[in-house]
């Protein structure tokens, strides 16, 4: 590898490790890159193809890297250029610089490199070979190899995983790897294992973690045999569960429906006795019940779970919630503080595969739950728990008195008289999250000053019966530190102004209101400097005035995510401003604003930010630029290397031109190109925002379910009601046609 290649690795980082030559406009030979001058503007006052003068640093610093304090260590590319030069002519400094890293003692260079993180430690071991034979030592003893932003080849792989007895944890992306990666990726003394993207593995990864890793705690394996004709059998499952008998938790992100059922629940009889956290991707309501409804007498008035003795969280995807899968889970899991159930239905759900009053009241028989979270997805289908009203949320509620953090999605009958009984009765809430709440008003948070809560986390989204009364009465919390409103339509610059109080918040999320520029102006003096992220949305009201009013270089910024997608008055003018404040952003989505263009891709490009001049294309990691309709071109140039140095996901709309996003996949290996208008960064196993897929504005649900009645309740739901004394009338909860009424009535005057 040349000079210029090993310095551009520590220029781009980690993405560039392959030996490469230094980018040039046509690829080769070095020329001028077509590059920026300040803000995508050259020297000559075109669009500049003169690149700046460089003068970036390749510096060690661990302080910068993982928070600690130690010597830094830089060394420039003109002090390079100029040591080079002076070696050529003999000079006696030359020579003496060429000296300095050999005479450093290898203890100094490993302790400092010891504090790196692993792709600043592959940086480090592509400068020079004192760095590479000290780098190499390190990664013989290093505890942790985390590299989850990209997905590695094994080939790539192979030279930084040295056998090492000192591996503790090991996270990986495996999209890129397959069995023949397991020896190389399983070490008997790690104790921390996650793999994510293993859609290329076949079971053979579970058995051989089993019959490896007895030291095992933490295991979280993610896609695991998705790809066609990748092979999963039980008995891999069996081999993994009974060879881990320290495993404390363990996350397995993939559909186990396809495991065989009728001896499936003898199989978890092997799991490890101290087992606390479980999370499944995906599995059947029917697995869930038989697996959990074993259990051993002890005594004559203790019982003993057969499986999960000790087990706190449970986390599960299922295809239906059902009363009798949750009362089985709370009978069962003695120990169970963290209860989060999702369900995905793709037909609506009848009686016996649905929740119902009867089946919430079950929750929480031993009183140790804290966190519980139920949702219904509409993934497939716009489905509700329909079966459930304010009485299953005040049975509930009588047993729940310690519950920190609620989370229910999906409850159209519930009115403001259960959730009002969820914030009176959980005197220890302090996160509080409601999707789909139909019948949730302002009347829910209009005395919430006389509680004694102390919310510090609250998501609303797709209730659109709430208007700014709401927000002014959530703000008198004043340690909100997350607000997450989105999909609420009828909030609008009043909500800004009590938001605008506000000084914990870090992360705020409006997308979809009725905001303007003028709202904005109320985030500017004090909540912009503390927000980390930002979320508009479809707020499309907002133009370039706003954007750039709120980012005017006025306050120092903290913000790492924002989200300006699908704002249509939003232009290439907002983006200029955006990068002219310095913004330290790490995720930015602008897609779908049919004016943004060539020129926001430049000013991106050519943004620096901190006391780090020099790095081009700031510390962005993932940009989304999807369906953005004034992109050409001439924006390719502007995305290949070294522009962008840390990027690892790139969202554009695969119609710009086909060829030219294939080319700079290959050119940027390292990089996710993603290009069908898939969210970037999402995971896809575990990720709440995507489990409501429909766009709001085909489907109004509240207009929707008034249209098409109280639903399909068959015969057997007759039944229930007639014969619970306590529920003597059909219905969402009590008062219902004077609810409905209320609600009609206040849905036609917003």
């Known amino acids: 590898m040349g000079r210029m290649g090993r310095m551009s690795l520590a220029l781009w980082g980690w993405e560039e490790w392959e030996e490469c030559p230094w980018p040039s406009g046509d690829g080769k030979n070095g020329k001028n890159v077509p590059g920026p001058g300040p803000l995508g503007m050259g020297r000559d006052g075109k669009n500049g193809l003169e690149p700046p003068e460089r003068k970036a640093t390749c510096s060690l610093q661990p302080g910068n890297h993982m928070g600690g304090s130690g010597p830094a260590i830089s060394l420039s590319t003109a002090e390079r250029e100029e040591q080079t030069a002076n070696s050529g002519r003999g000079g006696m400094e030359g020579s003496t610089r060429s000296t300095v890293l050999e005479e450093l003692p290898s203890a100094v260079l490993a302790t400092i490199m010891a504090k790196l993180d692993l792709s600043s430690l592959c940086s480090a071991r592509s400068t020079c070979k004192t760095f590479r034979s000290c780098a190499s030592h390190v990664l013989s003893f290093l505890p942790s190899f985390h590299l989850v932003d990209i997905a590695p080849r094994v080939d790539l792989l192979r030279p930084l995983l040295h056998p090492n007895p000192y591996l503790r944890s090991l996270k990986l992306d495996c999209d890129r790897l397959n069995d023949s990666s397991i020896g190389l990726l399983l070490h008997p003394s790690i104790q921390e294992l996650h793999l994510n993207n293993c859609a290329d593995f076949t079971g053979k990864l579970l058995s051989e973690i089993g019959s490896r890793c007895h030291d095992l705690k933490y295991l979280y394996l993610g896609s695991v045999s998705e790809k066609r004709g990748r092979a999963l059998h039980v008995s891999d499952l069996k081999e993994l569960l009974g060879g881990c008998p320290q495993l404390e938790a363990l996350f397995l992100m993939f559909d186990m429906s396809i495991f065989i059922r009728h001896n499936f629940h003898q199989i978890w009889a ?250 904005l102006s109320y985030l500017r003096w004090r909540v912009i400097g503390s927000l980390t992220s930002l979320s508009l949305r479809g707020c499309k009201r907002l133009t370039d005035k706003g954007i750039s009013a709120l980012f005017d270089g ?63 294309g700031s510390s962005l990691r993932l940009l989304d630029l999807f369906n953005c309709g004034g992109l050409t071109p001439l924006s390719f140039r502007w995305l290949k290397r070294p522009y962008f140095p840390r990027l690892r996901w790139l969202g554009l709309a695969g119609c710009v031109n086909r060829d030219m996003v294939d080319a700079l996949g290959r050119s940027r290996p390292f990089m996710h190109v993603v290009c069908h208008g898939e969210e970037l960064g999402a995971d896809p196993w575990n990720n709440m925002d995507e489990v409501f897929v429909h766009d709001d504005d085909e489907v109004d649900e509240f207009e929707q379910w008034l249209l098409d009645g109280p639903g399909d309740d068959d015969d057997e739901d007759e039944d229930q009601y007639r014969n619970d004394g306590r529920d003597d009338h059909r219905g969402p909860g009590p008062g219902h046609d004077e609810v409905m009424a209320e609600a009609v009535e206040e849905a036609m005057a917003l």
């Open 554 to 616: 006025s306050s120092k910024f903290e913000i790492q995510e924002l989200d300006l997608s699908n704002i249509p008055n939003l232009s290439d003018n907002a983006i200029l401003c955006l990068a002219k404040s310095h913004v330290p952003l790490r995720e930015l989505r602008i897609r779908q604003c049919p004016l943004i263009g060539d020129v926001s891709v430049m000013a991106l490009a050519s943004m620096q930010v901190g006391e780090q001049e020099g790095w081009q």
């Open 270 to 519: 092997l799991a490890s006795r101290n087992l606390t956290s479980l999370e499944i991707g995906y599995i059947s309501s029917v697995m869930v019940t038989e697996m959990m409804a074993h259990a051993e007498i002890l005594g004559s008035h203790r019982i003993q779970p057969a499986v999960f003795p000790k087990i706190q969280r449970l986390s599960l995807s299922v295809d239906y919630i059902t009363d009798a899968m949750v009362g089985t889970i709370s009978q069962g899991l003695v120990s169970l503080t963290h209860l989060d159930l999702r369900d995905a239905p793709i037909i609506e759900p009848r009686l016996t595969f649905d929740l119902t009053n009867s089946g919430l009241q079950q929750i929480n028989m031993h009183g140790k739950l804290k966190h519980l979270s139920l949702v219904r997805s509409q993934e497939f289908i716009i489905t509700y728990f329909k079966r459930v009203n304010d009485l299953g949320i005040l049975l509930m509620a009588d047993k729940c008195a310690n519950m920190e953090s609620i989370f229910l999605g999906g409850f159209c009958r519930v009115t403001d008289s259960g959730f009002r009984t969820i914030l009176h009765s959980c005197c220890s809430l302090y996160k509080l999250k409601v999707f789909h709440g139909i019948f949730l008003t302002d009347l829910v948070f209009h005395d919430i000053r006389a509680t004694s809560l102390s919310l510090t986390h609250v998501s609303l989204r797709w209730c659109n019966l709430l208007t700014n009364l709401s927000v002014k009465n959530l703000a008198s919390n004043l340690d909100l530190c997350v607000l997450d409103l989105r999909d609420c339509k009828h909030l609008g610059d009043g909500a800004l102004r009590a938001i605008g109080t506000l000084l914990k918040l870090k992360t705020l999320q409006l997308d979809g209101s009725d905001i303007t520029d003028m709202g």
